[in-house]
């Protein structure tokens, strides 16, 4: 039981292109979270979801689309990547009912070049 | 916004000292969250703060709540060589209405090795 499993672990892609990053979840929990981090700015929310097809904004949304059909995915895309968006990306899931804090995936590492 | 100040940004640790560091905000916050992240890794929950003056153990490591809601202040004792990492304190923003909202992280500190 994986838990929580983000693919792939890297990935370079070319400018312009299009790139979607995978998120997947074995607990059902309705909450899950997108972040990238970077040096010097920490971890920053892109996108969150409350639900299945319920989605909102972080504060760094700007070049990203995300949708979440089903409850244990919660894909990433950039539409037209960019090297701004060459980071280190996050998929998270709430802790047990209860208790704070988030169980994060392993991350992906992608490379715009 | 709401914005959470971590310091020092970076330090270095040789076996067997121990190790302080803080986390400030100028607003008030309800929950602290002190995780540690190992390279190549996703950060990790180590110690979860949910009351003003709250002092937590996790081992070697002990969080402080601090009374004012506004600081909150880790130490490592004893560190040993696996200890390094970056280690992030994060807190439910004001706005947050329900149990599972989103969480608002500092920049990390930042543990390495003396050469």
């Known amino acids: 039981d994986a838990g929580i499993t983000q693919s792939p672990r890297y990935k370079i892609t070319e400018t312009g292109r299009q790139v979607t990053l995978m998120c997947h979840q074995t607990?059902?929990?309705?909450?899950m979270f997108w972040y990238r981090q970077d040096l010097g700015h920490g971890l920053r929310l892109i996108y969150y979801s409350a639900a299945a097809d319920i989605t909102d904004k972080g504060e760094v949304p700007d070049g990203y689309v995300v949708s979440r059909s089903k409850t244990e995915n919660f894909p990433l895309t950039l539409e037209s990547a960019t090297r701004s968006q060459t980071s280190v990306y996050f998929c998270?899931?709430?802790?047990?009912?209860?208790?704070?804090?988030?169980?994060f995936g392993s991350g992906t590492r992608l490379t715009v070049v | 916004g709401q914005q959470l100040n971590q310091s020092p940004q970076s330090m270095f640790i040789q076996e067997g000292e121990d190790v302080s560091m803080n986390c400030t905000s100028s607003?008030?916050?309800?929950?602290w969250l002190w995780y540690k992240q190992d390279p190549g890794e996703g950060p990790v929950l180590l110690i979860a703060?949910?009351?003003?003056?709250e002092l937590t153990s996790n081992g070697r490591l002990t969080a402080q709540f601090g009374i004012t809601r506004k600081d909150s202040f880790l130490n490592i004792s004893a560190s040993i060589p696996s200890d390094v990492g970056i280690y992030f304190c994060a807190g439910p923003p004001q706005n947050y209405g329900g149990s599972q909202g989103n969480l608002i992280f500092g920049k990390g500190t930042k543990l390495s090795v003396k050469p």
């Open positions: 607990w059902s929990h309705s909450y």
């Open positions: 703060l949910y009351k003003a003056g």
């Open positions: 998270a899931v709430p802790n047990e009912q209860g208790t704070y804090g988030y169980t």
């Open positions: 607003s008030i916050f309800n929950t």
